[in-house]
């Protein structure tokens, strides 16, 4: 005669020793991430156009090749772009000399 399959238990709470066993994990809190950039986020300090004084400014960090991290920012009304790194401002063929690899 042939082996019989085996049988699963007949109520959903039975035989969960095996689940309930287990370690349950806790999930971490997310840790609050800085907000986004944006040219509608209002605040107290927000930064103005070195050109033309303007409000409406693109701003983001970002880390060249070779390791330098600087602030990128961009004006929406003069299109005034700008790169600091640290103490300095960088001109762009700066830039693009710290990203050739």
């Known amino acids: 005669m042939a082996p019989s399959a085996p049988t699963l238990p007949t109520s959903p709470t039975a035989d969960l020793t095996a689940v309930e ?3 349950r994990r ?3 809190a ?3 991430a800085p907000p986004l950039g944006s040219l509608l986020q209002t605040g107290a300090q927000r930064p103005v156009c070195p050109a033309c004084g303007g409000d409406q400014l693109t701003v983001l960090s970002l880390t060249l090749t070779d390791g330098t991290a600087v602030r990128f920012s961009s004006c929406r009304g003069c299109e005034h772009r700008r790169w600091d790194s640290e103490d300095e401002v960088l001109s762009i063929t700066q830039v ?3 990203t050739r690899a």
Do not use: I
Request: aromatic letters at 0%; glycine letters at 0%.
């Open 30 to 32: 997310a840790a609050a």
């Open 26 to 28: 806790r999930r971490r």
């Open 96 to 98: 693009l000399e710290r």
């Open 21 to 23: 066993a287990a370690p």
